[in-house]
């Protein structure tokens, strides 16, 4: 640009100017460059967050985030383990079938990109091929189909599409047309949890359109729709002026797995132009060869909810609801048909998996299922104490059992017969401790055999109950017939702590009650023998104090307790909703002590408390013990001073005075006695010429139920009963031989008689002759027995 500015300008000066102007506009560019660099570097340090800074990460940085996220490291290492065999189970089985879903999402991106009418001419494949295949696969004739993410979404479109069908004008005056005849949407009582609140929220529908339909409870299952009634529920409606648009029924209830009468319940729609939808796991076996008749039932409902992600173990495949309308139209505004065709894209996952897999996959999957759950409870039907809840015991893909045992008395029965369960505390109580006992009975199953699937459910009957849904499970984790036979090898174990500790449950209870300083804490959410607290005495101390004593002790009891060596497991209890400052005793077995264990740790609680009192005291009786001898050693010297006279005190004479005429006096001094808690006069230590043992202390106490134990017995144990005889016979001889030593003339010899505490070797047990030794050398290297603390001031002489 200079060159050309040269040539165009013949002036040299003008020229050069130029050059200068353009070399100072450059210099200000840059300047303005650098501070709209530096600029743009602050913004960035101070508003961007800090994975975004900078030109980008490299991908090793970010799968190595996605690893620990997936883990959790800063999860608890037992919880962690767990989580962790679970998550590798899981990964384990994602096989090449989940791999053909995993690529359909990386395609379905990938052809996304594609030109439009491309794109259309293939998604309509896929979507057409999909919808053919699932119809054909699950005997669903003539039917469209919607895939979604959310398994509630494809009901909610349903519901949509019954609304804009049943109210013409829907679609111009919107809700307003509502308000002539309100609309009634019927689930059961068994359905999922909450599932008529989000219906309703997303509908904008208020929850006074939502009926909850009960289940039976006189005859026929419990979890099944109480068709009667709802025919009585519909024709209320109607006579009211209300309109019923839907009803929610179930093949497979989410929680015990039973099928309504679907059947029954098509007619009653067919009545009174209802909607029937159909939801649950048993749908799945609409593909199999075999298929109960309530079950097949369901081919003839106008809607359905497949979930075939957790059925055949492909991870995330979209839920599919199969339909019938004539109307596209109205499926077009209902939101179950979409123009645009990268929704369409949401099937291809499915289009590969259900090629990969074919007929005869899909068939073997859900066939491997039901034999699972036919294998389980076939075992289970072996087993006492065990409860199990199926619909069918030849064909239920779901399978609930439970453990249960009355442990009430035949007065209590009795009597808790003649009132209802709401009206008998007795019986709300064993039901409490019957579901928190099956709560951990599902927790360790679940955690022992983590490819069983098992997990623990709440039913409105039963209770907590420990469900086995392979359908749901067994694609995903893998689970094979040694899996169930590993469960129910793990249950046969639990089975006796569980029948033992609820036994021996009321009976420590009463022993604890028993027991002085021990308070039972009646916590019936707690799974184990029960909760105790030690009582301790607060002498006049305030609350603050007093609370912060009752925690120390507890705390350094429970560390007591964990330390003896047992089988018993001792903890604070729950991390929410426990009690404060309590012993939590867990599962026990059946050769549990009861009363020893109450003894010991009342036993050990005074033995803290007692400690802890003699820590608190000690300062103030040492402070006081210091203060009177002071005052005593005072008096002391002011005696000496009369007794010597006034000549002895002046320095020059009195060293005269003594020379000539020496003043004899007695030593004098004081000893402090620390469990008198008073002071002594030292005179006859200096006759004697030893110091005296004072008062002995009462030897410490110990439990009446302390026993002679077996080599390898552990504490709390009660003797087998092979060992009884065993334990008897030497009882008896071992009171023989204290008889036999009582009998023996007392003769001593002339080492015994200088040393009288001393015995033979022969005469006492080994234990009692190296406690007496002991007291003995004690003895003689002059140790006090009492602690003794001696102040003493003797004269100077001079």
């Avoid at 990386?106 to 295949?133: F, G, H, M, N, P």
């Avoid at 209830?253 to 309504?260: F, I």
């Avoid at 469960?487 to 089975?495: E, F, H, S």
Wanted: aromatic fraction near 6%; charge should be negative; include cysteine.
């Amino acid at each position: 640009m200079d060159a050309t500015l040269e040539k165009q300008v013949v002036d040299p000066t003008l020229a050069e100017m130029g050059k200068n102007l353009n070399e100072a506009m450059k210099m200000l560019e840059d300047s303005q460059r650098k501070v709209e660099e530096e600029n743009e570097k602050k913004y960035a340090r101070k508003d961007i967050p800090g994975p975004l800074q900078g030109s980008g990460q490299d991908m090793v940085s970010i799968l190595q985030l996605v690893q620990n996220l997936m883990h959790g490291e800063e999860e608890e290492e037992s919880s962690q383990a767990y989580r962790s065999s679970v998550v590798a189970c899981r990964l384990q089985n994602v096989g090449e079938q989940g791999h053909m879903a995993l690529l359909g999402h990386s395609l379905a991106a990938y052809i996304s990109v594609l030109d439009r009418e491309r794109l259309r001419k293939l998604t309509t494949r896929i979507l057409s091929d999909t919808t053919l295949w699932l119809c054909r696969l699950f005997r669903y004739e003539n039917g469209s189909a919607y895939y979604h993410e959310d398994d509630r979404e494809g009901l909610l479109k349903i519901c949509r599409l019954v609304i804009h069908t049943r109210y013409e004008d829907y679609t111009v005056e919107g809700f307003n047309v509502l308000c002539t005849k309100q609309p009634v949407i019927y689930i059961s009582s068994a359905a999922r949890t909450g599932l008529g609140q989000a219906l309703c929220n997303q509908l904008g529908l208020p929850l006074s359109c939502m009926c909850r339909v009960p289940c039976n409870t006189m005859f026929g299952s419990q979890h099944q729709m109480d068709v009667a009634l709802l025919d009585r529920l519909i024709k209320g409606d109607v006579e009211s002026g209300k309109l019923p648009l839907l009803l929610v029924a179930n093949a497979g209830t989410p929680g015990a797995g039973h099928t309504d009468k679907l059947g029954r319940l098509k007619e009653l729609c067919e009545q009174y132009n209802v909607w029937l939808h159909v939801e649950g796991v048993n749908l799945a076996t609409l593909a199999l060869g075999y298929v109960s008749s309530s079950v097949l039932a369901a081919a003839k409902c106008d809607s359905m909810t497949l979930t075939l992600g957790s059925w055949l173990g492909l991870p995330a495949v979209p839920a599919v609801t199969l339909y019938r309308h004539e109307d596209p139209s109205l499926s077009l505004a209902a939101g179950l048909t979409s123009s645009q065709p990268v929704e369409k894209l949401r099937a291809l996952p499915l289009w590969l998996s259900l090629q990969y897999l074919g007929h005869d996959g899909i068939v073997e999957r859900i066939k491997h299922a039901s034999q699972l759950s036919q294998r389980l409870l076939e075992n289970l039907k072996n087993l006492d104490f065990i409860k199990t809840s199926v619909e069918d015991e030849l064909s239920s893909p779901v399978v609930v059992f439970k453990f249960f045992q009355k442990y009430l008395n035949r007065d209590q029965t009795l009597h808790a017969a003649q009132t209802s369960a709401t009206q008998h505390p007795i019986i709300n109580n064993e039901r409490h401790i019957n579901d928190t006992f099956n709560q951990w009975l599902g927790e360790q199953l679940a955690q022992l055999v983590p490819a069983s699937g098992v997990d623990v459910v709440e039913l409105e009957d039963e209770g907590t109950c420990v469900r086995f849904s392979p359908l749901m499970t067994s694609a995903v984790l893998g689970t094979e017939i040694q899996d169930i036979d590993q469960l129910v090898d793990c249950l046969k174990m639990k089975i006796p702590v569980l029948t033992s500790t609820l036994q021996l449950r009321e009976e420590f209870e009463q022993e604890v009650r028993r027991t002085v300083d021990l308070l039972y804490i009646e916590d019936l959410s707690w799974p184990g023998l029960g909760v105790v607290r030690y009582n301790y005495h607060s002498d006049g101390k305030n609350d603050d104090n007093q609370e912060k004593e009752l925690e120390k002790i507890n705390a350094e009891l429970l560390k007591k307790l964990n330390e003896l060596e047992s089988d018993l497991t001792f903890s604070l209890g729950p991390e929410f909703g426990g009690q404060k400052n309590c012993i939590y005793i867990g599962m026990v077995a059946e050769d549990l002590d009861v009363s020893e264990l109450a003894e010991t740790i009342a036993a050990t609680g005074r033995e803290i408390e007692e400690n802890s009192r003699l820590l608190e005291n000690m300062t103030e009786v040492v402070r006081k013990g210091i203060q009177e001898a002071q005052l005593q050693l005072q008096k002391a010297n002011e005696e000496r001073l009369l007794e010597e006279g006034l000549l002895r005190q002046i320095p020059v004479v009195g060293s005269v005075l003594n020379w000539f005429s020496p003043f004899q006096a007695s030593p004098k001094g004081r000893t402090f006695n620390l469990t008198a808690g008073s002071l002594e006069s030292t005179e006859s230590t200096y006759v004697s010429k030893a110091q005296g043992t004072g008062t002995t202390p009462p030897p410490t106490p110990t439990s009446s139920l302390t026993k002679q134990r077996h080599p390898g017995q552990k504490i709390f144990k009660r003797s087998l009963r092979n060992s009884d005889a065993f334990s008897e016979t030497s009882s008896v001889s071992h009171c023989d031989d204290l008889e036999k030593v009582d009998q023996r003339p007392p003769t001593l010899s002339p080492a015994q008689e200088q040393r009288p505490l001393e015995t033979e070797k022969s005469e006492l047990p080994k234990e009692v002759l190296q406690a007496t030794r002991k007291d003995t050398e004690d003895i003689q290297s002059g140790k006090s027995s009492n602690d003794c603390m001696d102040v003493e001031e003797q004269e100077s002489q001079r």
